[in-house]
C-alpha cells in the first residue's frame, strides 16, 4: 500500500488530506511541523510527502531542503494558501526550486490531491 | 558721597580699579589702579593728566563718557583703552561716578577692571575694539549695546535707521529689534544670540530686517558676551551692518537695479515663480506674465482681486477670503502662506502655493496696510504626487491585509471543499443532503476564485507580462465585482472580442479593470442604474484623434466602461493629472483612479479615453494594442484546466455569450456547436443526436426554457447529460432540476475555470459505470470517432455551429 506522509501544522486540513488518501488506498501519516515530519519520514520513509510552506516551526521551504538533503530521492509535493511572494516567484515556485516534485495552490479539488499522489507514486 | 578718607579705605579693599580724576588730572589711584595704569607708586600718576593715560583715539569717548550725566548719582558705564606707564595698552571696562573730592573738588570716580581681571576679557574687549572699529570705517553698520542686568539697551543712530526708525523717535529694546526680524529668522538670530552667551564666543549671523513702513534689509549681526570676574555675562555689545548696499538691486548705478531685474526674473522664470503686487493705497494691482499663465489669463485681462477670487476654487473660496482678510489686519504678522485652488478659465484645476506680505504705514490706531506683495507657485504635482503616495500606502495595506486573510482563507476552504467531496459520496444522491453538500461545494469554488482574485488584484509585484486571455480577465474581474456591488446596480457584460491572449502584466491589468469598474460603479451614487463593460476587437483604418492624443491605425482590443452616474469635470475628461479638484471624495477618487488607469494603458502601448456628458454618463475607453498574430485564446491558467476532445451542444439566447462560449469551449478542445434559440438547437440535436455528448443549455430562452429543451433531447437521447446555466431570477429548483435529469446547475455567466471543472466532470460521470445514467451503446463509438466527422456534422447543420 503506498504511504503519504502529511505535514501540516492545520488539523483540518492533515484529517480532509488523510480521509482522501485513505479512501482512495493510501497509508497515511501525519505530521504537525517540518521538524516532526523529518523524525517520522527517518522512521518510516513514505512514498510522498505533502509539504504545507506556512507552518510556524520550520517553514515548509527549509523542510523541503532538508528532505532533499537526507533523502535525495524523497518525493515532496509542495502545497500553501498563502499569495506571498519572494521576487517575482511565489512560494510554490521557489519550493519547486527547491526540489518538490510537485505543488498544489489551496484550496484544491479532492481528484487533483489524488492526480497529484498518484503521479508521484507511479514515477 | 564718601569722603577721600572713607573712600580710601573703601578702596583698598576692592579688586577693582579705583581712580579719582577731575578735568584737569588724578588725583587718586588705588593700588590696582595703579597697576591699571602701569605705575608703580602714586607719585608716577596723581597729578599727572589723566589723558596721559589714554590712547588718543579713546580721549573724546572716555571722557564724553564721563561728562555726561552730571548729577546722576547711578553712574555711566565707561570703556576704553588705557595707555599704561609701559607703554603697553591696557584694555579697561567699567563705571563712571561724580563725587566730590575732599567735600569742594568736583570728580569722577572711576571704577575699572582691566581684561586681565577676567577669563574673557581682554579677547571680548579686543573684539569690542574690532566692532568699534568697524563701526566706524564702514558705511552703514549701527551698533547697539545690551546692559544684560537691567536689559537697559544704547542704539545707535545708524542702527536706528537700518531697524526703519528715525534716531530718537522709537524706544530701544530689544523686543523692538526681534519684531523686526523677518519671523523665519527670529529663531536663527535668537539661537545665535543664546549660543554666544553659553559658550563664550562671538556670534555672526545674516537675517532680514523688516522695515515698519515694509522695506526690507538684508543684514548683518555681529555681537560678543561681555562678563565680569565671575565670568557672569554682563553686557552684550553688537554691531549690525546693512549688506542690503551690496545686492544689485541697492546700487545707486542703475545698474545694479538693472541686474536686479535679471536676477529676479532668472529666478522667477526657473522657478516658475508668479508674481504679485497689490497698492492698497491707490487699489492697484500687479501679476507677473507667470502669474498670469499659472492663472490662465491673458495679457489684456485686468488684474484685480475680485478676478483673482473668482478664480479661487469654490471650496477654498471662503478660506482664502478670510485669510486675505487677516493679512490686512494690523494687528497680525502680516505674513501669509497659504495653499489652495483655482480654476483657471479652460476649467483645469490647479493647486498653488502663495505668500504674501503685507507692508503698513502708521502706528497704532492709523497704522494700516499700504502694499501686499506675494509669490505664487504652482504646485499641483506635488499635490497629486501626495495623492498618489496615500493611494500606494492604502494599496500596500490592502495587499498585507488580503494576503493574510487569502491564507487563512484559503485553509479553511481546504477543509470546506475537501470534507464536502468526501461526504457527497457517502450521501444517497436522491436526498437533501446530497444537494445541500453539492450547494456547499460549488459556493466553495466560487469563494475560492474571488479570494484568487483578491489576491491577484493586491498583489504588489515586479511588473511581469505574460500572455494572458484579456476576456478571461474581464470577465473575472466581473465576478468579482458582482459579488460587491449594491443590488440597484446591474452589470452588464458584453465581450465579443474573438482575440486570444495578449501580452500583458496580469496584476496591472486586473488593477486597471477593477479601478474602471469601481469607479462607474460609485459614479452611480446610490441610484440604481447599468454599468456596461464591453470588450471588442476594434480595427482602425486610420489614426483617431482623441482628447487624450493620436491613436495610430491598427488593430486594438477595446474595453469600455460605461455608467450612467453624473458627469465628469471638463479637465478630469481631458487631463486625468488635473484631478484634485472635487468637492467630495468619490469624485476625487475617479479621478486619481482615472488618472492610474491611464498610466497603466500607456504602460501597455495603448490610449485611453473619456466621454462625460450630462444626462448620458461617462464612458472610459482602453484601447490596448493587438499584435499582427494573436496566439489562440488559451492562458498559461487555461492551459492546465481540464480538457477534452467530446462534442458539445451550447444553447444560450445572447449573441455574446453564445460567441464567448464557443470560444471557452474550443479553447478547451472541444468540438462545438452553438445555437441561440430552442427552435434551432432542437434542429441541430435531431440531425446528429448520437454526435453530442454534453447538452449546455440556459434556462432563459426566447422561445422556450432550458429544462424544456433538455427534456425533448433527453427524449432522443435519455443518456445526455446536461448542464444547466441558471441566473438569479430563474425560478428552478435544483430538485426540479434534478428530476429532469440535468446532471448540473450552473451559474449564469459562463467563468471559464469553473465551467472547465463542471464540464469535464459531468462528462466523466456519464463515462463512469457507477453512473446513475445509462451509457449509450454509440457513445463511445463516437467518442473515438475522428474528431472531423463532428466538424462536419457542425459545418452541415448551420454557420452559427
New interface residues.
Given amino acids: 500500500m503506498p504511504s503519504v506522509l502529511v505535514v501540516d501544522d ?1 488539523v ?2 492533515r ?3 488523510r ?2 488518501l485513505e ?1 482512495a488506498g493510501y497509508a497515511v501519516e501525519e505530521a504537525c511541523g517540518g521538524r516532526e515530519g523529518l523524525d517520522r519520514y527517518r522512521i518510516n520513509p513514505a512514498d510522498v510527502v505533502l509539504m504545507d510552506i ?1 507552518m510556524p516551526d520550520q517553514d515548509g521551504l527549509e523542510s523541503i531542503l532538508a528532505f532533499r538533503r537526507e533523502f535525495p530521492s524523497s518525493r515532496v509535493i509542495a502545497m ?6 519572494i ?2 516567484l511565489n512560494f510554490l515556485e521557489v519550493a519547486k526550486m527547491l526540489g518538490a516534485c510537485g505543488a498544489l ?7 487533483a ?1 489524488l492526480n497529484a499522489v498518484a503521479a508521484e507514486v507511479t514515477v | 558721597m564718601d569722603t577721600p578718607d572713607t573712600l580710601v579705605a573703601l578702596a583698598d579693599y576692592l579688586s577693582d580699579g579705583i581712580i579719582v580724576a577731575d578735568e584737569a588730572s588724578l588725583v587718586y589711584a588705588n593700588a590696582r589702579g595703579l597697576m591699571l595704569l602701569g605705575a608703580d607708586s602714586p607719585e608716577e600718576v596723581i597729578g599727572q593728566p589723566l589723558t596721559r593715560f589714554v590712547r588718543p583715539d579713546d580721549v573724546s569717548q572716555i571722557f564724553q563718557s564721563m561728562s555726561c550725566h552730571e548729577g546722576d548719582n547711578s553712574g555711566t558705564p565707561i570703556w576704553g583703552r588705557l595707555l599704561r606707564a609701559d607703554g603697553r595698552t591696557m584694555n579697561v571696562r567699567g563705571i563712571s561716578l561724580p563725587i566730590l573730592w575732599e567735600e569742594t573738588r568736583p570728580c569722577r570716580l572711576l571704577v575699572l577692571q582691566s581684561s586681565h581681571q577676567t577669563d574673557a576679557g581682554e579677547e571680548a574687549m579686543d573684539q569690542r575694539e574690532v566692532y568699534r572699529e568697524s563701526v566706524q570705517t564702514r558705511p552703514r553698520v549701527g551698533s547697539w549695546e545690551r546692559d544684560l542686568s537691567t536689559g537697559v539697551e544704547i542704539w545707535s543712530d545708524e542702527y536706528c535707521r537700518i531697524l526703519g526708525y528715525e534716531p530718537g523717535t522709537i524706544l530701544p529694546t530689544l523686543d523692538t529689534f526681534a519684531k523686526a526680524l523677518h519671523q523665519d529668522d527670529r529663531d536663527r538670530v535668537r539661537g545665535a544670540i543664546e549660543q554666544s552667551l553659553a559658550s563664550d564666543t562671538p556670534y555672526d549671523v545674516e537675517c532680514r530686517i523688516i522695515q515698519p513702513h515694509g522695506g526690507h534689509r538684508i543684514v548683518r549681526c555681529r555681537g560678543v558676551v561681555i562678563r565680569n570676574i565671575a565670568g557672569d555675562p554682563v553686557r552684550i555689545l553688537g554691531s549690525v551692518q546693512d549688506q542690503t548696499a551690496d545686492t544689485p538691486c541697492e546700487r545707486s548705478d542703475g545698474q545694479g537695479l538693472r541686474k536686479s531685474d535679471e536676477w529676479l526674473d532668472l529666478v522667477s522664470c526657473a522657478g516658475h515663480v508668479g508674481m504679485c503686487d497689490w497698492d492698497h493705497r491707490f487699489g492697484h494691482m500687479y501679476w507677473s506674465p507667470i502669474l498670469r499663465d499659472l492663472f490662465g489669463l491673458s495679457a489684456d485681462v485686468p488684474a484685480s482681486l475680485r478676478r483673482y477670487v473668482k478664480l479661487i476654487h469654490r471650496a477654498d473660496r471662503e478660506r482664502i477670503l478670510a485669510v486675505i482678510r487677516a493679512a490686512k489686519d494690523s494687528a497680525g504678522d502680516a505674513r501669509v502662506q497659504v495653499e489652495h485652488r483655482i480654476v483657471r478659465p479652460d476649467g483645469t484645476v490647479r493647486h498653488l502655493s502663495v505668500h504674501v506680505r503685507t507692508g503698513f504705514e502708521g502706528e497704532g490706531s492709523v497704522r494700516e496696510p499700504s502694499h501686499t506683495m506675494g509669490t505664487v507657485v504652482d504646485v499641483t504635482d506635488h499635490a497629486l504626487a501626495e495623492a498618489y503616495r496615500c493611494e500606494a500606502s492604502k494599496l500596500m495595506m490592502i495587499s498585507t491585509l488580503a494576503g493574510g486573510i487569502a491564507h487563512e482563507f484559503n485553509n479553511n476552504l481546504t477543509a470546506v471543499l475537501g470534507f464536502s467531496q468526501l461526504a457527497l459520496p457517502l450521501v444517497p444522491a436522491d436526498t437533501k443532503a446530497y444537494r445541500h453538500i453539492q450547494q456547499v461545494i460549488a459556493a466553495g469554488r466560487i469563494s475560492s476564485e474571488l479570494v484568487h482574485q483578491l489576491v491577484m488584484f493586491s498583489r504588489q509585484t515586479t511588473p511581469t507580462r505574460h500572455s494572458i486571455s484579456v476576456p478571461l480577465l474581464v470577465r473575472e474581474s466581473v465576478k468579482l465585482l458582482r459579488s460587491t456591488i449594491p443590488s440597484w446596480i446591474e452589470l452588464n457584460e458584453q465581450i465579443t472580442a474573438s482575440t486570444g491572449s495578449i501580452e500583458v502584466d496580469e496584476t496591472e491589468m486586473r488593477r486597471m479593470l477593477i479601478i474602471l469598474m469601481i469607479g462607474a460603479v460609485q459614479a452611480m451614487h446610490n441610484v440604481s442604474g447599468v454599468v456596461g463593460i464591453e470588450l471588442r476587437d476594434v480595427e482602425l483604418s486610420t489614426d483617431m484623434a482623441t482628447a487624450s492624443g493620436r491613436i495610430p491605425a491598427g488593430r486594438y482590443l477595446c474595453l469600455r466602461v460605461k455608467d450612467s452616474g453624473e458627469k465628469l469635470e471638463p479637465q478630469t475628461v481631458t487631463t486625468f493629472n488635473t484631478t484634485l479638484d472635487a468637492t467630495n471624495s468619490h469624485v476625487e477618487a475617479r479621478a486619481i483612479g482615472l488618472s492610474v488607469a491611464r498610466d497603466i494603458a500607456a504602460a501597455h502601448g495603448g490610449v485611453m479615453t473619456v466621454d462625460s456628458r450630462v444626462g448620458l454618463g461617462t464612458t472610459v475607453s482602453v484601447y490596448l494594442p493587438m499584435p499582427m498574430v494573436c496566439p489562440p485564446l488559451v492562458s498559461n491558467e487555461e492551459a492546465s484546466l481540464p480538457r477534452g476532445h467530446e462534442g458539445i451542444l451550447l444553447v444560450t439566447a445572447e449573441e455574446s455569450s453564445a460567441k464567448r462560449g464557443r470560444n471557452m469551449l474550443q479553447s478547451l478542445g472541444y468540438y462545438t456547436v452553438v445555437r441561440t434559440s430552442a427552435a434551432s438547437a432542437r434542429a441541430a440535436f435531431n440531425l446528429a443526436p448520437r454526435h453530442f455528448d454534453l447538452l449546455i443549455v440556459d434556462q432563459t430562452l426566447s422561445d422556450m426554457t432550458g429544462d424544456q429543451l433538455a427534456r425533448e433531447c433527453r427524449r432522443l437521447r435519455p443518456d445526455l447529460p446536461v448542464i444547466l446555466c441558471i441566473g438569479s431570477e430563474d425560478a428552478l429548483s435544483v430538485e426540479r432540476a434534478h428530476s429532469l435529469g440535468i446532471a448540473e446547475l450552473m451559474p449564469r455567466p459562463f467563468v471559464l475555470h469553473e465551467s472547465a471543472y463542471v464540464i469535464r466532470r459531468v462528462l466523466d460521470r456519464s463515462l463512469s459505470p457507477s453512473s446513475s445514467l445509462p451509457l449509450p451503446s454509440a457513445a463511445d463509438s463516437f467518442r473515438y470517432e475522428s474528431p472531423t466527422s463532428l466538424r462536419e456534422v457542425s459545418d452541415a447543420i448551420g454557420p452559427c455551429g
Avoid at chain 1, 80 to 85: A, C, E, K, P
Fill in positions: 492545520e483540518q486540513i484529517e480532509v488530506i480521509d482522501a479512501q506556512l500553501t494558501g498563502g499569495s506571498d511572494m521576487g517575482v495552490q489551496k484550496p484544491f479539488e479532492t481528484q490531491l
